[in-house]
Each structure stands twice: as C-alpha cells, then as structure tokens.
C-alpha cells in the first residue's frame, strides 16, 4: 500500500499531506515566537528602566532589511505563481531573488550585529539588548532555514518539476509558507524592537 | 470486495513476506522509515530509560532510607565527586532527582507513549499503510536518540548532570553547574523530536484514515493520541523560547531570569539584572501542565481499548469521552500557575487558575466513570492487560482526587512542595499511566510478535508490582501532611516536626526496591516470549479494532488488502451477530472472520 494524499487533496479535508503538516508546524513556531514575544511584554512591565529602540538600534536600516524580506515575499509569490503557469524559467529567476535578497538581508543584519559589537552592546549589556539578540538570532536561524530550502528548490530540488510536477508545486508553495511565517516575524520584530 | 476485506486479510496473515524490494539491515531495523520499526525502536529506548531513571531512584532511596550510610556494592562505583566511601553527596543527590524526573518524564514515558505506542499502533487502528512522513518519524526517533544520549553525557561533565530540579527554576539553574547546559541542549533535541512526531500523528490521524473511517468510528485510544499530539505542538514551543532564554542565561550573561542585586556564596553576581524568576516558572509550566496531560491520555487510550475488549462490550459513552478528552485538550492550556500559588503572584491570578484547574476535574472525572460504568454488567475477562487496566482505574482515581486539595489555593499552602504532591502526581503517572502502559504492552504484544507473553509471569509481575508500588506511595500522603519537604537528601532526619514519620522513609524504600524486584519478572517476560512465547493467531483477543485485520507482524504497508471500515470501534456483543465481536473491517452481514 502507498501512503495517500502525498499530492491530491483528501476529499473530507481539503488538503493534501504536506499542506496540512506545514500549517500545523507553522502553527507550533506561532507559539514559540509567541512565548519569546510573551516574554518580551513581561520583561518590559516589569522593567524599572526600558530603552526606546532607537537609543541602541539603526532605524534607517531596520527599515531596508524590512523592505528587503517583503520583497523577498513577492519573489516567493511569483515563484510559485510562474510554476502553476508553467513557466519554468521564470520560476528560476524569481526563486534565485527569493534565495539572494534574503542573503542580502543577512549580510546587513550581519553589519548591525558587528556594529553592537564594537559598541560593546553585548547581550550581557541590558536585558534590552539580550531580548534583541536573541529574537534577531533566532529569527535569523529560520532565515538560514528558509533560504536552504529554496535554495535546494532553485538548484539541484527544481528537477523534480520535469518528473513530478504536482509534487514540486506542493513543495513550493509548502516553502513558500514557511517563508512568509519567517517575514511575518520579522514584521512583528520590527517595530517592537525597533520603533517602540 | 467488502467480504475480502476481512477474511482474505486474516487468511493471507500466513504468507506475510511482502514482494518489497530488499533492504539492507542498517536501513530495515536502525534507520528504518517504517512505523512499526519505529515505534519498536521508540518503546525499547524509552523502557530502557524508564529502567535507568527507576535505578536512579532506587539509589535515591538508600540515602531515604539510610541518611549517611555507604550504598553496599554501588557506592564503590559511584566516583569520589559524587559518593566518597560509597556515601551519597547532597549535590549528587541532587542530581539523581533532576534527572529522574527528566528521565521518567521526557525519556521515558512519553516517548513510550506517544513514540512507542502512537507510532506502533495509530497508523494501524486507523488503516493506514504508514505515517504520513515516514522521514520525518525517523528524524523524531533519531532526534530523541541524541537528546536522551546528551542528559546520560551530562552525567560526566565536570560538577555532574543537572541538578536543580526537573522544573529548572531559575536563578538556581542559571548558576548551576555545566550539566544544565546539557539538559538545556538535551532538551532542545527532545523538543525537536516531539514537533516532528505530533506534526506527523495529527496529519497522518486526520489524512490517512481508511474508507469509512469517520471520525465517530476512530478508537478512543486515536482520538486520546490526536488530543495529545496537539498538547505537544502547541505546548512544548514555549519552554523551547524558555530554554532558548536560560541558555542564552547560562551562556552570554544575560539576565531574562536573574533579578537585580542577587548574591550567592561568591559575592553579588556581575550581570545586569532586571529580569524575572516567575517568568521561567510560567514558561516552563505552560509547557508542563498539558504535559501532565500528554502522560494521561495515551494512557487513558489504551485503557478504553483494553477495557473495552476485555468486558466484551462497547465502552459506556463514546461520545462523552471524545468530547471530554477534547474538553481537557482545550483546557489543560489554562491551568498552569496552579502549580505557582505560593510565587507570590498574586490572590487574583491564583483565583483564576483555581477556578479552570477545578473545571478541568470535571472531564477527567466523567472519563474516569465512564471507564468504571463500561465495566457494569460486563463479563470481565481477567487477562494480564485487564489486569493492569483494572489497577490503572482506582490508582489513577486516588491520583487524581489527592490533586484536588492541591488545586485550589487554601490547602496548597500546606501541601505545596511536601511529600504529599509526590505521592500525587506519582499515582497518577506511576500505578496510573506506568501501569496502563505495562498493560498496552501485554496488549499488543502479539500484534508485534506474533506471540503472547507469559501469562504465569505476567501476573507476578502485576501484583507484585500494584502492592509495591502502594508501599511507595501511599505512605508518602502521610509523610507529607506531616510537612516532610520533598527535596530534603535526608529524608527530613534534622526536623523535630518529622521524627514521628521518619520510620516510613525505610518502608517506602524496601516497597521501592521491591517494586523493581518485581521489574524482573517483566525483563525476562519481554524478551523470553520474542522466541518462545505461546504462538497465536492475528486476533488473540476477539478484538475488533482494525490492528488486529492486520497480519501478526504486520508486513511494511501493514494490511495485505486496503481495509475499509463499515461499523463503529467497539461492536462486542452485538444483538443477532454470530459472535460476540464484529471488527470494524468487517462487511453487514458478511460472516465473522474465524479465528
């Protein structure tokens, strides 16, 4: 016997297998970073002194690397777009800015980090600073995650698109998911990082 | 077709060798992506910690039992760090009850549970030829291997394992020794297994259902694994953040759970400060408390299935039991700072928490009496399973009751971190969920096997076990009312207050060592009846769940025709049927299967 619904969707429940267990893992992250943002809240009600972001932290390119995830996202968008299309070539190009804008996003988060630094704005400094790395580090773990993934379904993964169409298109758009769950972090992490 | 379904199922259980392409031993038992592999894997591992955490616990006993005396035999390969001259340091001491309640919950009962039980017996209930991510169960299993070998190491790293409790409160545990890095690292391992596998139970539980398998005709014991994987995904993520943030503690001198101004033995410590201790316990418990829950409801699974073939009839109140474990699920989110009223956070908060841990009694209660009613009017057959399911009910009963006066806030004053809560909370998992387990394995065993296990030895080990295990723990209800803390490595010998109860400690701990004599029993059952155990058919019970359509081992993809479900889980005794059980596989009107 073969496992069902790895591709078509079951009757009953709308959804082939990979859709359901994407939304469901995504559902756990939900709660992960909830309980970070949870203790961001209680930390800072709890906190004597709190300093506004600005004070530590470069807003003008905060703002950049914000742009460049939601751009990230449309590429995403477009990737899997091209692909139910069939336009393969295209699915390349867009899932190549998908893979690279991140990678740009990294490199400048990267500068930021090296400029806290050289500040000495370590996380041992304030429990604000502590909050900033670890949230920043985590979401950018899930970033590394995301662009591995497309990356492998821009390069050596895109082949299955020739053997099972269906199949690759799932998986895209499953990575898609993900990768906007990781953009929507960041557009939570922003503001109540940078701006509040 | 329908007719096939069942009798050429069962007929072809001889010929099980299935024409799969050959695999090589590496890739059939040690990364096997099958479920049954698996779920033999996880059951095997998770018993041989529940062994380990049980030793530790025995040898926590002796210095119960015996405060200051050399531990005869052991004690000489204890190590000087830990038992010079064969005596138990507080500090290891202290160690053995972090890890053996780490060990007993995280690597012992649930991935038995969940990893041995859900893996083996899910899919196959439900008709299903696999998990839904057969790779992503082996990286669970695999991620649970790594995490249990991590807590284990930490054992050797310099100042030993974890030592400040299996709830980790901070600061202690920020300014404890290395080990708790490890358990932190071990943790995340053991996290990261659990999101695999309950991602995998619920798609494969909701997805992977065979024709004709509503969701009214699922067992109770998927219905009890469905609940508790949606408590894992839902709850561990949190103490995931928590050990993230106490890592991120211990390891760049951050403060999310040191406050300002704390002094230890050393001197006032160099961090900033400002962070919040409470924060931890809320973390830590959000996860914990449906935790708790995770434990149960397997359990609560295996005894309805247990119970329900053993009276030989349906169990009273399916419905209600769905809609209460549902209930539970939902509920057990609410309930967590009911195991903080004493933090100090205040007469508000612990109302709320009083009021929904006394709402979720209510389901619980009425599970447990429709598991009571079921047995009303039936024709009990005392098997080993039964046995053990039958003890499951009152123990799990005094478990739960005994947690009432804990709940609500008033008597937890006196109760809270005495002997009284460990008497508790173990009635509920050791006579409780240990025991219901200890049954699921006399259950299914032949479904595994394709034999039974010993009968004789099987009850030695049953009443042997239920009356030492009542020595353990019931008299540390009475040593606890008494005001006997629960972390003291002495047993309490240096309080006035406690000398009149101090002569219980050595009692509890010849129950304890007697309990595990009878463990033995058990060890040699297991592994005596993989080769020589009574050979039987694929339904050795007259059971009607789909597992038993299956063939004994069942083949990889499980069932030798696609089953298709034609009636509810429980039909024993139906009015006007040939015998006194109709399958779930089997068609209206279509002749019973001969077994």
Same mark, same amino acid.
């Given at each position: 016997m073969e496992i069902p619904y790895t591709v078509e969707?079951?009757? #009953?429940?709308?959804?082939n297998n990979v859709k359901l267990g994407i939304w469901l893992f995504l559902a756990s992250e939900v709660m992960l970073f909830g309980g970070l943002f949870s203790s961001y809240v209680l930390l800072r009600v709890g906190a004597v002194e709190w300093p506004q972001g600005a004070e530590f932290l470069n807003i003008p390119i905060g703002t950049v690397n914000t742009i460049i995830l939601i751009a990230s996202s449309v590429t995403m968008v477009m990737a899997y777009a091209s692909l139910k299309l069939g336009d393969f070539a295209k699915y390349k190009t867009y899932m190549l800015a998908t893979v690279l804008l991140p990678v740009l996003f990294l490199c400048i988060k990267g500068y930021e980090y090296w400029e806290k630094v050289s500040h000495d704005h370590l996380p041992s400094h304030s429990t604000f600073l502590a909050i900033y790395w670890t949230m920043t580090a985590l979401h950018g773990i899930h970033i590394i995650g995301g662009i591995v993934v497309n990356g492998y379904f821009w390069g050596p993964g895109s082949k299955m698109w020739h053997i099972k169409r269906e199949m690759f298109e799932n998986r895209v758009e499953a990575a898609g998911l993900y990768w906007h769950f990781v953009d929507l972090v960041w557009i939570f992490l922003f503001p109540v990082l940078y701006l509040l | 077709m329908d007719n096939v379904t069942t009798a050429e199922g069962i007929a072809h259980a001889e010929h099980a060798g299935h024409d799969e392409h050959e695999l090589s031993f590496l890739q059939a038992y040690v990364f096997s992506q099958d479920h049954k592999v698996i779920g033999i894997q996880y059951a095997i591992t998770a018993l041989l910690f529940l062994l380990f955490g049980f030793t530790l616990m025995m040898l926590m006993r002796w210095n119960l039992a015996f405060p200051g005396r050399p531990i005869p035999v052991i004690g000489n390969f204890l190590g000087m760090a830990n038992a010079p001259g064969g005596i138990m340091l507080p500090e290891f001491y202290n160690q053995l009850g972090a890890m053996h309640g780490t060990i007993m919950v995280f690597l012992g009962v649930v991935p038995l549970a969940v990893g041995g039980f859900g893996n083996y017996v899910l899919p196959l209930q439900i008709g299903a030829p696999d998990m839904a991510f057969p790779r992503l169960n082996m990286a669970s299993y695999w991620s649970f291997f790594l995490g249990g070998i991590v807590m284990i190491a930490s054992f050797f790293v310099p100042g030993g394992a974890a030592n400040s409790g299996w709830t980790s409160y901070a600061p202690l545990s920020v300014i404890a020794t290395d080990g708790q890095t490890w358990w932190l690292i071990g943790m995340i391992f053991l996290i990261t297994s659990s999101l695999l596998g309950s991602v995998n139970f619920i798609v494969t539980t909701l997805q992977l259902r065979a024709p004709g398998m509503s969701f009214m005709r699922l067992p109770f014991f998927v219905w009890a694994q469905l609940v508790t994987s949606f408590l894992l995904l839902l709850a561990f993520p949190p103490l995931e953040a928590a050990g993230v943030l106490q890592l991120m503690d211990r390891?760049?001198?951050?403060?999310?759970?040191m406050p300002s101004g704390l002094v230890t033995g050393d001197g006032p410590l160099e961090i900033s400060g400002g962070g919040s201790p409470l924060l931890w316990q809320h973390l830590f418990w959000f996860l914990a408390h449906p935790e708790v829950y995770v434990l149960i409801l397997p359990a609560l699974g295996i005894v309805g299935e247990i119970v329900a073939n053993n009276t030989r009839k349906p169990l009273w109140g399916y419905r209600v039991l769905v809609a209460s474990v549902i209930f539970l699920g939902f509920m057990s989110f609410i309930v967590w700072a009911h195991h903080m009223f004493l933090t100090g956070m205040g007469t508000t908060i612990s109302t709320f928490f009083q009021t929904t841990t006394m709402i979720i009694s209510i389901p619980s209660v009425v599970i447990l009496s429709a598991m009571f009613l079921s047995l009303y009017g039936g024709s009990i057959r005392y098997t080993v399973p039964m046995l053990f399911a039958l003890a499951f009910l009152p123990m799990f009963g005094i478990g739960g009751l005994t947690g009432l006066p804990l709940g609500l806030t008033a008597p937890d004053i006196h109760l809270? #971190?005495?002997y009284y809560v460990i008497g508790h909370f173990h009635y509920v998992v050791a006579p409780g969920t240990i025991f219901a387990l200890f049954g699921g394995i006399y259950y299914w065993f032949p479904k595994a096997t394709g034999r039974l296990m010993n009968d004789m030895l099987g009850r030695i080990h049953f009443w042997g076990s239920i009356i030492a295990i009542n020595c353990v723990f019931m008299p540390m209800f009475v040593t606890g009312l008494a005001g006997m803390n629960r972390r003291l490595y002495d047993g309490g010998m240096q309080y006035a207050h406690l000398q009149g109860v101090l002569e219980w400690n050595q009692f509890m701990s010849y129950g304890a060592w007697a309990l595990g004599f009878f463990q033995i029993f058990f060890i040699f059952n297991f592994f005596w009846s993989i080769r020589h155990g009574k050979k039987v058919d694929d339904n050795p019970w007259q059971s009607t769940t789909l597992e038993w359509q299956a063939p004994s081992p069942p083949p990889h993809g499980n069932f030798t025709t696609p089953p298709e479900v034609h009636r509810g889980p429980y039909e024993y005794s139906v009015p006007g049927a040939s015998s006194d059980f109709s399958m779930q596989g089997q068609a209206p009107g279509a002749e019973p299967a001969k077994v």
């Open positions: 969707a079951r009757p #009953d429940t709308g959804l | 390891v760049a001198d951050t403060s999310f759970f809270h #971190d005495t």
